[in-house]
């Protein structure tokens, strides 16, 4: 069935970078499109991005766009979230999920926590 | 952006009762294919989400055959034929036809 394990969340500052990690294991990583999703604190969820298995398909919410992104390396079975210029409503946990079959987000990790304030 | 709209948001219930939610797209969700592109989701207190319903209606790898899912174009329905203890949390729809995915804002379902 295969693992998805988030990584690297954290305390920021307004403005400032995180790059998260998702590592995943069981399977053949680059057959499965994956996606982003967070979760602010009491809130529901939210979708954050998606790249199909080639990587070479990527979308974003509007609410990302152009401050985050994301990619993938099939070698390391590895997916990645380069977050710049973090605001506070970026504060949530977030999950990398992957579709199976396309277009449904059936395995889901358990997130990493990111914290923006100062 | 596609609006997912859910309701009711809070959803209380009696065991062995049956249950209902419902979630409508501002877009059609069908796809050409003929399958209709919404996702159910529950969400168990410190869990992520876990898949309940794919396509509308096809329940997923262990999911009780209590929970159903039903509707096409831009009207779904969740049932569930009779409520367990277990089955407390939020659940939420996803829209997958429109590459923007939206999730509807969730209903707690509370015994």
């Known amino acids: 069935e295969g693992h998805e394990v988030e990584s690297g969340g954290g305390l920021v500052r307004p403005g400032g970078s995180l790059r998260l990690s998702c590592a995943t294991s069981g399977f053949n990583f680059g057959a499965f499109n994956m996606n982003w999703i967070r979760q602010a604190p009491g809130m529901g969820l939210e979708w954050v991005s998606y790249i199909s298995g080639g990587g070479t398909t990527i979308y974003y919410a509007d609410s990302v766009r152009g401050r985050f992104t994301v990619s993938r390396d099939n070698v390391k079975n590895s997916l990645y979230l380069q977050m710049n210029s973090l605001r506070a409503e970026d504060t949530a946990m977030y999950y990398c999920?992957?579709?199976?079959?396309?277009?449904?987000?059936?395995?889901w990790g358990q997130g990493t926590l990111v914290t923006v304030s100062s | 952006d596609i609006v997912m709209t859910q309701s009711p948001l809070s959803l209380p219930v009696t065991p062995g009762e049956p249950a209902s939610i419902s979630c409508r797209s501002s877009?059609?969700?069908?796809?050409?294919?003929?399958?209709?592109?919404l996702n159910w989701y529950l969400q168990k207190p410190g869990q992520p989400p876990q898949l309940l319903i794919y396509?509308?209606?096809n329940r997923a790898s262990g999911v009780p055959g209590r929970f159903s899912g039903s509707g096409s174009g831009t009207d779904f329905t969740l049932k569930i034929s009779r409520v367990e203890a277990d089955d407390v949390g939020v659940y939420y729809c996803?829209?997958?036809?429109?590459?923007?995915?939206?999730f509807g804002q969730g209903t707690k379902l509370e015994i």
């Open positions: 396509f509308g209606s």
């Open positions: 999920a992957r579709e199976s079959p396309p277009g449904v987000t059936t395995f």
């Open positions: 996803m829209q997958v036809l429109h590459t923007l995915y939206t």
């Open positions: 877009q059609s969700l069908l796809h050409s294919n003929g399958y209709n592109y």
